[in-house]
């Protein structure tokens, strides 16, 4: 980045990030259906067993399987069926969807069914803009979507005062990053950048979480910040600011990287009238 932005984490600093805040690792369960969804041949038979055993992952990949976007009337019960009619990547995608869900604990259950669905809307919305996109994978942009503030409630828990912090940024409108960085020894995209590190997941998605609140990430050349990373950042800013708009204040954002992301990906004022419209689809369908 500019000589002002934050350095590639060395050995040290990580950890440092891991003497302050506990890191939860990546689940057995899912390291076992990553490994299979990954093979060159995977055996639809054995993943389904995996999910199977997980009550969940189970319920997430039928809800899944059955919703509208499937288009068919033929509601299936078994997980094997789900699983065929998704696909390996869209049925990892809700592995690990269950998997991050499952590790937010110690906090008010209130607080994170509200943090869950927001982060489905997101990861749904953030995937139907990708659909859009030439060259940006879907299910990329859905699993980088779930992660990219996954280290939020991990700060929530660890520090007492950080859910007043949150509460001061939604009302003064104020970005959170910038917060973070004010009052406590780290961020959220350090965090999570570590957090899927730890869990195995691909590294572009860590280089994406690590700078998505960069105010220069769109000026650096892409051996500093793969294209790749940088169009996750982009989609699921445009996805964040669009649907900060009709549930709550952006505090993640703003309007600067918004209009970057939007430049970014040729976005015009006639396809932001047409994603609106789409998102409050997705909102109603999802009983936001």
Same mark, same amino acid.
């Given at each position: 980045?500019? &000589?002002?932005?934050?350095? #590639?984490?060395?050995?040290?600093?990580?950890?440092?990030?891991?003497?302050?805040?506990?890191?939860?690792?990546?689940?057995?369960?899912?390291?076992?259906?990553?490994?299979?969804? &990954?093979?060159? #041949?995977?055996?639809?038979?054995?993943?389904?067993?995996?999910?199977?055993?997980?009550?969940?992952?189970?319920?997430?990949?039928?809800?899944?399987?059955?919703?509208?976007?499937?288009?068919?009337?033929?509601?299936?019960?078994?997980?094997?069926?789900?699983?065929?009619?998704?696909?390996?990547?869209? =049925?990892?995608?809700?592995?690990?969807?269950?998997?991050?869900?499952?590790?937010?604990?110690?906090?008010?259950?209130?607080?994170?069914?509200?943090?869950?669905?927001?982060?489905?809307?997101?990861?749904?919305?953030?995937?139907?803009?990708?659909?859009?996109?030439?060259?940006?994978?879907?299910?990329?942009?859905?699993?980088?979507?779930?992660?990219?503030?996954?280290?939020?409630?991990?700060?929530?828990?660890?520090?007492?005062?950080?859910?007043?912090?949150? #509460?001061?940024?939604?009302?003064?409108?104020?970005?959170?990053?910038?917060?973070? #960085?004010?009052?406590?020894?780290?961020?959220?995209?350090?965090?999570?950048?570590?957090?899927?590190?730890?869990?195995?997941?691909?590294?572009?998605?860590?280089?994406?979480?690590?700078?998505?609140?960069?105010?220069?990430?769109?000026?650096?050349?892409?051996? =500093?910040?793969?294209?790749?990373?940088?169009?996750?950042?982009?989609?699921?800013?445009?996805?964040?600011?669009?649907?900060?708009?009709?549930?709550?204040?952006?505090?993640?954002?703003?309007?600067?990287?918004?209009?970057?992301?939007?430049?970014?990906?040729?976005?015009?004022?006639?396809?932001?009238?047409?994603?609106?419209?789409?998102?409050?689809?997705?909102?109603?369908?999802?009983?936001?």
């Amino acid at each position: 980045m500019t &000589q002002n932005s934050p350095r #590639e984490l060395s050995d040290e600093d990580v950890q440092k990030v891991m003497d302050t805040i506990d890191i939860p690792t990546c689940p057995a369960m899912l390291t076992d259906a990553m490994r299979e969804a &990954q093979k060159d #041949e995977p055996d639809l038979k054995r993943l389904a067993e995996i999910i199977a055993n997980d009550a969940g992952m189970s319920a997430a990949a039928l809800k899944l399987a059955n919703s509208p976007l499937y288009g068919s009337s033929n509601r299936l019960s078994s997980v094997r069926k789900a699983v065929e009619r998704l696909g390996i990547r869209n =049925t990892l995608c809700v592995v690990v969807a269950s998997a991050l869900r499952s590790s937010i604990i110690g906090l008010p259950p209130a607080w994170i069914d509200q943090f869950w669905k927001r982060t489905m809307l997101l990861a749904l919305t953030s995937s139907l803009i990708a659909r859009r996109q030439y060259g940006i994978s879907p299910d990329a942009a859905y699993t980088y979507a779930l992660f990219h503030d996954a280290a939020i409630p991990l700060m929530m828990r660890r520090f007492p005062e950080y859910g007043a912090l949150l #509460e001061k940024c939604r009302r003064e409108g104020s970005m959170l990053n910038d917060a973070e #960085e004010q009052y406590f020894p780290s961020t959220h995209p350090i965090i999570g950048s570590l957090l899927v590190r730890n869990w195995g997941l691909p590294p572009l998605l860590g280089q994406a979480i690590r700078f998505h609140h960069e105010k220069d990430a769109y000026d650096v050349p892409d051996r =500093t910040l793969p294209g790749g990373a940088l169009s996750l950042i982009a989609v699921t800013q445009v996805a964040e600011h669009l649907l900060s708009e009709v549930l709550d204040d952006d505090i993640e954002v703003g309007i600067e990287l918004y209009h970057r992301a939007l430049d970014f990906l040729g976005i015009s004022g006639d396809d932001q009238d047409e994603l609106r419209s789409r998102i409050t689809t997705v909102i109603e369908e999802n009983g936001a």
